[in-house]
């Protein structure tokens, strides 16, 4: 009899595993953002976690884990439990650019696994009023004019801002000082004081101020216009070609999460990017949502990939030696 009795408990304790397993998510999800709270890659976090709650039924929290140009957040999940329950958003810095200038405890290939792309912002060329330059034109025969002397901000040596601007520099026969910040809001304060005197960003970041008339766009580092400000040339449109970059954002979880809970925070992700409210809340924020076919496992695979094909070569014949 005792045998019996304990063969059926055990029956049924497989079975509530099985079901258990089945129910994917039965506790809180956790999307770990690998930057400041208040920046851009977290404000989009917060949008999309607050949405997924519903079609999830449970709790969406976001945790900054910030430091390293976001290579910390994004080890954090590259080594947890590859369970669905922790969940990593980053950009082109962290699965493009990190892998090149740092050297990492983690491949952002083989140990992270896609969900889907989320949103982009371009990176674009603004300056302060103080620069008489109001063109392309007039501002590489400024910097020629400053001798190197000319000031330029950017947040993370090594990143797309940074890389951007030196291939720019190499294209354009320029030259000018680069002021390292360690996040946007200190570089953008410096720009509207006076205290550098351009910068390569990203254009979501800046946009306000642009609007407002106490910063001047000068390109955007994309093949087309920018939706939110079609008034400012493309760099490919004035002859400089190569320089497209953009802040492309996407979601990542463990390599090793089971397909079931992929496909479930991928089904959330759609849903949440369908509603109009996220729609005009990225908008406001000059991010524009990836269309449905890009917001595939598949498409942000690709996506990665061919960002890695075409930055590695420049990153490495751009930056120095370190």
């Given amino acids: 009899m005792r045998k019996l009795v304990a063969l059926v408990l055990l029956f049924a304790a497989v079975g509530f595993g099985a079901a258990a397993a089945d129910t994917y998510p039965s506790h809180t999800v ?3 953002v690998p930057y400041p709270a208040g920046g851009p890659t977290d404000t989009i976090a917060r949008i999309l976690a607050e949405r997924m709650q519903p079609a999830l039924g449970q709790s969406v929290i976001v945790e900054n884990v910030s ?11 590259a080594h947890a439990t590859p369970d669905g329950y922790t969940v990593s958003i980053g950009h082109i810095q962290t699965a493009v650019f990190n892998p090149v200038m740092m050297k990492l405890n983690y491949d952002v290939v083989k140990d992270l ?63 000018f000082q680069i002021v390292p910040y360690t996040g946007g809001a200190p570089e ?24 407002s008339g106490q910063l001047k766009a000068f390109a955007v580092l994309q093949p087309k216009r920018w939706w939110a400000d079609p008034d400012v040339p493309t760099l490919d449109e004035l002859g400089i070609h190569d320089i497209d970059a953009s802040f492309w954002h996407g979601i990542w979880v463990p390599a090793g999460t089971p397909p079931d809970a992929i496909k479930k925070l991928n089904a959330a992700i759609r849903v949440a990017l369908a509603d109009p409210g996220v729609a005009e809340r990225f908008k406001k924020l000059g991010q524009e949502i990836w ?32």
């Fill in 291 to 322: 269309p449905v076919d890009y917001q595939t496992p598949e498409a942000l695979a690709a996506k990665q990939k061919a960002e890695i094909a075409k930055w590695t070569p420049i990153i490495k014949d751009t930056m120095p030696a370190q």
């Fill in 188 to 211: 953008l304060t410096d720009l509207l004081g006076g205290h550098i005197d351009f910068l390569f960003g990203q254009a979501a970041s800046q946009l306000a101020q642009v609007q």
């Fill in 30 to 32: 956790t999307i770990v």
């Fill in 113 to 175: 696994a896609p969900v889907s792309l989320v949103a982009d912002t371009p990176i674009w060329i603004v300056a302060g009023k103080a620069v008489p330059a109001n063109d392309v034109k007039g501002l590489i025969a400024w910097l020629k004019a400053k001798d190197g002397k000319a000031t330029m901000g950017t947040v993370g040596v090594g990143g797309p801002t940074d890389v951007a601007a030196r291939f720019f520099a190499k294209r354009t026969g320029t030259a």
């Fill in 67 to 77: 430091g390293a140009g976001g290579s910390i957040g994004v080890g954090r999940v």
